[in-house]
């Protein structure tokens, strides 16, 4: 643990305890204190990452650490406006700052101990937090399910550490590949189940939709940080002996991926759909942790909590912004315009990985992944109705970026995390995920009966649970209950 670990959770447990004191100002959101010590914990973070850089030691580690204190920190001062007047505010505050809290202690303990104390602190905030969504119908259904799945997985964690400690005799996770191969198994399986349920993956997935009913600060905090510690938890763990984790979390995770990306296109709501975007990366972040490229599931990881946190916390303006769209008038997609795009970008990463070289690295079957999402969004530029000139200076800065993931990020992301699983998933496991990936999304694109069986699958997956409704006897004059999205009402 770093020396200013401790400093940063000392700055944090401020925090709970300033989101607790009275507020002396009238006008300001009851709780809203925690952000100057939260702000100062991310000052602290940040100084801990160039100290990590300069040492070169436990790089990923201080990233995360400062990840997680700066969004909570962003988040805070954007629920200090969202959640004036709202009587659960200071829960809010305090919370979320008790989840910073368990989630930066995970991320600096030393030994699996610590780490799963801080695991599952994290775990019992953010469930809190969940509940801070009111205490409608909705709420409570998404409290009771993440609190079921959520907890298997803290269990799963436990149980994993009293494995290792009797196995091994030490607490350390230095100690962790000397494990016996019975023990190994074992403690592999376990920890693969606490980072499925922390991801919100398959068969654990329940839980994640049923959060869409919890309110916009809470949903930015569980989709941009908490739910991306299962590649932390997994590159600790990456010690243990044994080929039952990787496969498990490979599997569970291309599940995942596949189906939560069909579902996401079924979605109307604007939430239910960033839910679905994030079962889905959260499936390919495991999907590359089977594979051993720890390196670049964290890099995803980070740039998939900063992207939806923004994302999350401008939800709110979707609505008005599908209004003006509806009276602006849309000329049809060329497909000339798509072909030209993808072409484009399709040239460009090819030229990238082979100058680079990024073909030759260990993760490399993942760029199939990465450059058939660059390929789509150039398609998707391309076809627009922008002018040309509109059109092709974003293709230009598309094919820039894809560029500069293919030869520079992804070939450095192992610099982040140089850790190499013990016995990793092989690659040919991920090509056929990408195969069956790809047909799935062609056969859901057409029309059919195999297309509408697929719509009808991933609707029933992506659909948040029902709350339970009191036993009545309908009748066709019976209204329907006014609480709740359309979704959840009788008719």
Same mark, same amino acid.
């Given at each position: ?20 004191? =009275? ?8 709780? !809203? ?11 602290? +973070? &940040? ?22 204190? +700066? ?44 780490? #799963? ?10 469930? %809190? ?32 550490? /009293? ?35 922390? #991801? ?60 939560? &990306? ?38 995803? %990881? /980070? ?16 609505? @008005? ?17 798509? /072909? ?13 990985? +082979? ?28 076809? !627009? ?28 992301? @192992?610099?982040?995390? =140089? %850790? ?17 990936? +790809? ?35 309908? &009748? =066709?004059? &019976?209204?329907? =209950? ?10």
């Amino acid at each position: 643990m770093s020396f200013l670990a401790p400093l940063t959770i000392a700055a944090l447990l401020a925090a709970v305890v300033a989101a607790l004191l =009275p507020d002396v100002a009238r006008r300001r959101t009851p709780g !809203s204190l925690a952000v100057w010590p939260t702000g100062a914990a991310t000052v602290v +973070a &940040t100084v801990g990452l160039a100290s990590a850089l300069a040492a070169d030691n436990d790089v990923a580690g201080a990233a995360l650490s400062l990840l997680v204190v +700066a969004l909570t920190v962003v988040v805070q001062s954007y629920a200090s406006r969202n959640l004036r007047g709202d009587p659960r505010a200071r829960g809010f505050f305090a919370l979320s700052s008790l989840a910073a809290v368990g989630t930066t202690t995970a991320i600096a303990a030393g030994d699996v101990v610590l780490l #799963a104390a801080g695991w599952t602190l994290g775990t019992v905030s953010m469930i %809190a937090l969940i509940g801070t969504g009111g205490a409608g119908p909705q709420t409570r259904v998404a409290v009771s399910r993440s609190a079921v799945a959520l907890l298997l997985g803290d269990a799963a964690l436990w149980t994993a550490v /009293i494995v290792a400690v009797a196995s091994t005799g030490s607490v350390s996770l230095a100690a962790l590949g000397s494990i016996d191969a019975t023990s190994a198994a074992v403690v592999s399986a376990l920890v693969a189940i606490a980072a499925i349920a922390r #991801a919100g993956a398959f068969p654990l997935h329940g839980w994640l939709p049923a959060t869409a009913a919890t309110t916009t600060p809470v949903s930015a905090l569980l989709h941009a940080g908490f739910v991306n510690a299962g590649a932390l938890l997994l590159l600790r763990y990456a010690a243990v002996p044994s080929v039952v984790g990787p496969w498990i979390v490979a599997a569970a995770g291309a599940t995942t991926m596949i189906v939560a &990306t069909l579902a996401m296109l079924t979605r109307p709501d604007v939430k239910g759909r960033l839910v679905q975007s994030t079962a889905a990366q959260m499936g390919f972040l495991l999907l590359a942790c089977g594979l051993g490229a720890f390196g670049v599931a964290l890099v995803h %990881a /980070i740039g998939h909590a900063l992207y939806k946190a923004s994302l999350f916390l401008g939800a709110g303006s979707a609505v @008005e912004h599908a209004l003006k769209a509806r009276g602006v008038a849309h000329p049809a997609r060329s497909t000339t315009g798509a /072909i030209v795009g993808a072409v484009i970008v399709l040239l460009t990463g090819i030229a990238a990985i +082979a100058a680079s070289g990024a073909w030759e690295h260990s993760a490399a079957v993942l760029l199939l992944f990465a450059g058939a999402t660059a390929v789509v969004a150039g398609a998707r530029i391309g076809a !627009s109705s922008w002018w040309v000139a509109a059109r092709a200076a974003q293709l230009a800065g598309l094919a820039a970026l894809t560029a500069a993931y293919l030869a520079v990020v992804f070939p450095a992301a @192992e610099a982040l995390a =140089p %850790a190499t699983a013990a016995d990793p998933v092989p690659a040919v496991f991920a090509v056929a995920v990408f195969i069956l990936a +790809a047909a799935s999304g062609l056969a859901a694109r057409g029309s059919g009966p195999l297309a509408d069986r697929l719509f009808a699958f991933a609707f029933s997956w992506g659909r948040p649970p029902l709350p339970p409704t009191a036993s009545r006897i309908d &009748t =066709p004059w &019976t209204p329907a =209950p006014a609480d709740g999205p359309l979704e959840y009402r009788r008719f």
